[in-house]
């Protein structure tokens, strides 16, 4: 049974076969427009919570990993403000978040979640190594980040939101929300607009400073908006999915029918038998 499911008989309410007081005559069944509502409906508020709060964390690598994305440029700004040297800047910055890494797996995290971050970095290292502009470790998270900005926004205009693409595999509705969870769908957009106008607006005031302010200053800026932007399109994005109705456990739907076809072929084999 998955964490979206109930026991048949909870879900209708009674203790009987027909979840009612014994005597009674079955309900009718649901209608499949009824499917999205019932399914919200069988879910237990705080599973449903608790299901999003998880599938947030496996996303977003959680308050940890905004962390771990924020030390590597902190690093690499404080070296550069006491010694004004790419080099050594780069090699500490690129050190710290290699540990952050091994740290990562070390303590059970996932090979995404612990070396993401290191190639971003080892990115920077390059382009700053390149130029011989210690901004330009910066440039390609702000590249990224408007990229990233303009995808939330566009996929949300064409009617599937970013969120959503990312966040349905890890609540087993893949992309049913599309079209049997409407308000689902809603709060996928809602979250994928939050997304893309705050890292829109972050990018209108960091690309204006990577060309006219100093370096170090420049740095410092980078590693105070780096934590506040996420946490806040987090935050909403949680807040809009717990809004929502419970997503549909496609999964689980699509097990229950292989189930369903065995049963069948097994009922339907000693009748061939005999025939």
Known sequence: MTSFQKPADERAGGTGATGGPPGTAPAPAPSAEDGAARTASDVPEGDSHAVTQAAMAEAFGGIRGMVETTVPGLVFVLVYTIGSDIKPSAIAALGVSVLLGLSRLITGGTFKHAFSGVFGVAIGVAFANMTGNAKDFYLPGLLYGLGLALAYILSTLAGLPLIGVILGPLFRENLSWR?????????????SWAWGLIFLAKSAILFPLYFWADPKEFGWVIVALKIPPLLLAVTLTYIFLKQAPPPIDVIAE???EEKAQAEREKSDRPAAERD
Do not use: F
């Open 254 to 256: 699509a097990e229950a």
């Open 179 to 191: 079209t049997r969870n409407p308000g689902r769908k809603k709060a996928y957009a809602k979250a």
